[in-house]
């Protein structure tokens, strides 16, 4: 078994509350003094700076993933994930259709910025990206899974937006194999309040909007030995992902 070191969540300086700094060079270079393997870029309700980060990832020897952090009709964040960088550009397209088009107001919100693989700014995104979209938190799994995504509740252990403060329970909907935790010291104590929990893949990522906030290596995924490229790697993720909790954990 190889091992790689991750973390599946994580702005760009699309995301209005990111800082600008959070460019796909500036992520990724960061990521890799950290000692990640495979980073994933989740903006909200957007993916259009990971054909970016696609192109940076590489320089630093760090595997992108492509994602999104999507905003549901009940205000909860989902991550979703995608094999392909195609298949998450098609996603941003149909929940592009479905979200709530409020006028971002830059001296309130932040910029929203799309960059290109050179970290230079292409173009700005002008409707609001964290508001919702006309997706349900039990919708959402499927969705996500018609372009071949994974998707599971972001940072469970939180209340900003966490499915449990919002609906009081971990939710009970096909597809949800894996769960997010922001603070993985509080795994048992929510997995004692909430033994569905136990049932489901925990995930641990930093929700990072500031290049401070990207953490050192500390969480993990195990995958067979025999993948080497990006799409292999990627591929044999995706493979957990999608399968139901058995074995040992993914976190430490």
Not at 61 to 82: K, Q, R, S
Not at 206 to 217: V, W
Not at 234 to 251: C, H, I, P, Q, Y
Request: hydrophobic share 40%; charged share 25%; glycine share 6%.
């Amino acid at each position: 078994m190889s091992r790689f070191y991750y973390d599946f969540h994580m702005h760009s300086c699309l995301s209005p509350c990111a800082e600008n700094d959070m460019t796909p060079h500036n992520i990724a270079g960061m990521g890799s003094l950290a000692g990640l393997d495979v980073m994933a870029l989740t903006d909200h309700n957007s993916c259009k700076n990971c054909p970016a980060f696609f192109e940076a990832a590489p320089v630093y020897g760090v595997i992108p993933v492509a994602g999104m952090e999507l905003t549901t009709a009940e205000d909860i964040h989902v991550v979703c994930l995608f094999e392909t960088l195609e298949s998450a550009l098609a996603f941003d397209e149909a929940v592009d259709q479905r979200r709530m088009k409020v006028p971002n107001n830059v001296r309130i919100f932040g910029d929203q910025l799309i960059l290109n693989g050179s970290d230079e700014e292409i173009g700005t995104e002008a409707y609001y990206l964290p508001a919702a979209a006309d997706i349900t938190v039990d919708d959402a799994p499927a969705f996500a899974a018609r372009y071949g995504g994974v998707a599971y509740p972001a940072h469970v252990d939180r209340e900003s937006n966490g499915v449990i403060a919002a609906l009081g329970t971990f939710p009970d909907t096909p597809g949800y194999l894996n769960a997010e935790f922001y603070d993985q010291t509080k795994r048992e104590g929510y997995m004692e309040l909430y033994p569905i929990l136990r049932e489901k893949r925990i995930l641990v990522s930093s929700d990072a909007h500031r290049l401070t906030a990207i953490r050192d290596k500390s969480v993990w995924f195990d995958l067979p030995d025999g993948a080497e490229s990006p799409e292999e790697i990627r591929a044999a993720l995706f493979n957990v992902l999608r399968s139901e909790k058995g074995g040992r954990d993914t976190t430490a």
